[in-house]
């Protein structure tokens, strides 16, 4: 097997090995059907790590992660370890991947399917034809910042500590990313901080100017406070083609969005680190969804979003644009044909289970590759 391109699947728990086996199918698929391989590797991540190890992510992963051209996560966390300390919780181990990955940049896109408009909880008028793409700054900001803390005051009370911070180069290469975004798609920038009441909002704000006066000016650039942000993204979610914003309100608006598609299980996400001088970069690639506990080993999931996470590594880590429009396009086929697993089922529609679902955009792949 060639390993000019290599991956890393990390399933993690709950819903995740199920997903994660789905697009086992896929990378295979490219294999026997374009001749396109992977060298493939997997390991643990999350709450299985952490039973099966006592960490959320073992230094040998961790390594592991580092020299692959792309991971593939799919889920952490789960009420079986919601009492463990922070520093042994799943999703430690997720931060430890951005961290150490350098993943300063998050990309969620929110679009919606035709097939799906009537799944969102809002007017079809207001989603039809939404296609918007959030880019969170992952790896700075009030998550990461210090001093943190909590500490125990003389009076008897406590105090919890978390520090919001950034730096000018924290700004300018997130900011960079969301530019370059925006010259392919809509050519428009929504900066969004709280300025108003922030420094470091305010920061922001300067600095994003700064850059877009010096390199950007023939992108359209506008801001927005980030709770300004929230209400137009239920109000008016198509004013918006690429919106930048902080770890801590792109956490926020980015889960917003990505309700406006009618399910969090339909979408991707991709955190990517800075291009190295062969042009190649670090990436992390993983569905939105959680781990969803409650229906985990019961064939129920939705697969999209891990198939849609893959397609966006095949187009941001391999630059294989015409093999991700493949996947792409046999998704929204099948979404097509009335097939729905259940966070999306619709009245009149095909309710069908997640290996199903998986078979059925296999099956489409094929016909899609042919035409």
């Known amino acids: 097997m060639s390993t000019k391109r290599s991956l890393l699947l990390l399933p993690g728990d709950g819903i995740g090995p199920e997903v994660m086996r789905q697009v086992r199918r896929v990378i295979d698929w490219y294999a026997r059907k374009r001749g396109i391989e992977f060298a493939v590797e997997e390991g643990l991540v999350g709450g299985c790590s952490y039973d099966a190890h006592g960490t959320p992510l073992t230094d040998e992963t961790m390594a592991r992660a580092l020299a692959v051209d792309a991971v593939l996560l799919a889920a952490v966390g789960g009420p079986k370890w919601d009492n463990l300390g922070f520093d042994k919780r799943p999703e430690a181990g997720l931060l430890r991947l951005r961290k150490e990955m350098e993943l300063f940049a998050n990309l969620r896109p929110a679009k919606v399917f035709d097939a799906l408009v009537d799944a969102s909880t ?27 803390g909590i500490t125990d005051l003389p009076n008897g009370e406590r105090r919890g500590v978390n520090t919001q911070v950034y730096d000018t180069h924290e700004i300018h290469r997130v900011a960079r990313v969301a530019f370059e975004l925006a010259r392919k798609r809509g050519n428009k920038v929504c900066s969004s901080d709280k300025g108003n009441v922030m420094e470091s909002g305010l920061l922001w704000r300067q600095e994003v100017i700064a850059l877009h006066k010096a390199e950007y000016q023939d992108v ?51 955190s990517l680190g800075a291009t190295d001088a062969n042009g190649k970069r670090k990436a992390l690639y993983e569905p939105v969804h959680g781990s969803a506990p409650d229906i985990a080993g019961r064939d129920l999931a939705n697969p999209i979003a891990m198939f849609l996470s893959f397609a966006m590594a095949l187009r941001w880590s391999f630059d294989l644009q015409a093999e ?10 099948v979404l097509n044909t009335g097939l729905r697993t259940g966070d999306i089922m619709q009245p009149g529609m095909a309710k069908v289970s997640t290996s199903v679902m998986a078979d059925s955009i296999l099956r489409e792949m094929d016909k899609v590759a042919a035409a």
Do not use: C, W
Request: charged share 25%.
């Open 122 to 148: 809002l007017k079809p008028d207001v989603v039809r034809g939404l296609d918007i793409m959030i880019v969170r700054e992952l790896t700075g900001g009030v998550y990461f910042g210090e001093p943190r």
């Open 220 to 270: 359209e650039l506008s801001h927005m406070l980030a709770d300004a942000a929230a209400m137009q993204l239920v109000r008016n979610p198509k004013q918006f083609d690429v919106i930048v914003t902080d770890n801590l309100f792109g956490d926020i608006l980015s889960d917003e969005a990505s309700m406006l598609t009618g399910s969090i299980g339909m979408l991707p996400s991709a």
């Open 324 to 333: 991700a429009d493949v996947l792409e396009n046999a998704v929204e086929n």
